[in-house]
């Protein structure tokens, strides 16, 4: 079974930066697609970034040129770095991931919490 577990949330002022992590664990990492989502109060979720197993990347259209998601293929380890970050910006950021030949996303983790404010 896979588990993914997020760390890295935290309160930061407007115009701040933060990494988040996604430890992946019981998949086989390098054809697993990862991507994070956020869920803020009363939204959907949405996904945020998403890179497959070969290292693609794909960006929501408020993210792009702010956030950049990478991934250590040998840990087994996503982060995403957000930069600039603004109180919209504020959600639970949840990891999911799906083996790169399936198209939805079959496994999550819990979540971390961030917060954009002054």
């Known amino acids: 079974q896979v588990q993914l577990v997020e760390s890295g949330g935290a309160l930061v002022q407007p115009g701040g930066s933060l990494r988040l992590s996604c430890v992946v664990s019981?998949?086989?990492?390098?054809?697993?697609?990862v991507g994070w989502h956020r869920q803020a109060p009363g939204k959907e979720r949405e996904v945020v970034a998403e890179?497959?197993?070969?290292?693609?990347?794909d960006y929501v259209d408020s993210a792009k040129g702010r956030f950049t998601i990478s991934r250590d293929n040998r840990e087994s380890i996503v982060y995403l770095q957000m930069s600039n970050l603004k109180p919209e910006d504020s959600a639970v950021y949840i990891c999911?991931?799906?083996?790169?030949?399936?198209?939805?996303?079959?496994?999550w983790g819990r979540g971390t919490q961030v917060t954009v404010s002054s």
């Open positions: 999911g991931g799906h083996y790169d030949h399936r198209s939805r996303y079959s496994d």
């Open positions: 019981g998949s086989i990492f390098s054809q697993y697609t």
């Open positions: 890179i497959t197993g070969g290292g693609s990347a």
